[in-house]
């Protein structure tokens, strides 16, 4: 049985950081794109990230290149998501995602397998 556990959410203020991580246990297969998405309320579930974890490639959505960084570690089986100079717009529960099917740079939340349940990101102005 496959188990996807986030942690490290909280309240910031604006230009603060945080940093998510999402440990996986279960998974039967080598090298899974795994992802970070988010979910602001009224809003689409929208990826934040990925990262193909066999080459180590990654990919992230325009809004938060430079800001913040995805990484794996696979001795651990655990992903995490530094979030620097955060904004307001950056509040959402965020989600980790592994086992994405297809080309990695351009899997969507439809595309992965098993989730995590949430860890909720707010950053206040």
């Known amino acids: 049985q496959v188990q996807v556990v986030e942690s490290g959410g909280g309240s910031v203020q604006a230009g603060g950081s945080l940093r998510l991580s999402c440990a996986v246990s279960g998974y039967p297969w080598d090298s899974p794109c795994m992802g970070w998405f988010r979910q602001a309320p009224g809003k689409e579930r929208e990826g934040v990230a990925r990262?193909?974890?066999?080459?180590?490639?990654?990919y992230y959505m325009d809004s938060v290149k430079g800001r913040f960084t995805i990484s794996h570690d696979n001795a651990k089986n655990t992903m995490y998501l530094e979030m620097n100079s955060l904004k307001p717009e950056d509040t959402a529960m965020y989600y980790c995602?592994?086992?994405?099917?297809?080309?990695?740079?351009?899997?969507?939340?439809?595309?992965?397998?098993?989730w995590g349940q949430g860890t909720q990101v707010t950053v206040s102005s």
């Open positions: 995602a592994t086992g994405g099917r297809g080309y990695c740079g351009e899997a969507q939340a439809a595309d992965f397998a098993y």
């Open positions: 990262i193909y974890t066999g080459s180590g490639s990654t």
